[in-house]
């Protein structure tokens, strides 16, 4: 997944609680952030991404999503 990308979330995603806000809205992954240290480089789940949504008062949310909370649009 790259900048620039369409994304919605999982079905992981669909599951927390606490994402029940971003249900049904389409984002754009704006920043990519590094793996953090303490996660195995074989872990395909490392990547943590920062989106901008669409709809809803705040589109600039300052969650992170893990790369299993998101899918492609």
Avoid: C, Q
């Amino acid at each position: 997944m790259n900048v620039g990308d369409l994304v919605m979330l999982s079905s992981h995603g669909l599951t927390l609680v606490m994402m029940n806000h971003r249900r049904g809205k389409v984002g754009i992954v704006v920043e990519k952030l590094p793996k953090a240290i303490w996660i195995d480089e074989n872990d395909p789940y490392g990547n943590s991404y920062k989106i901008h949504w669409s709809g809803g008062r705040n589109p600039f949310d300052p969650f992170t999503y893990d790369r299993r909370d998101i899918k492609y649009a």
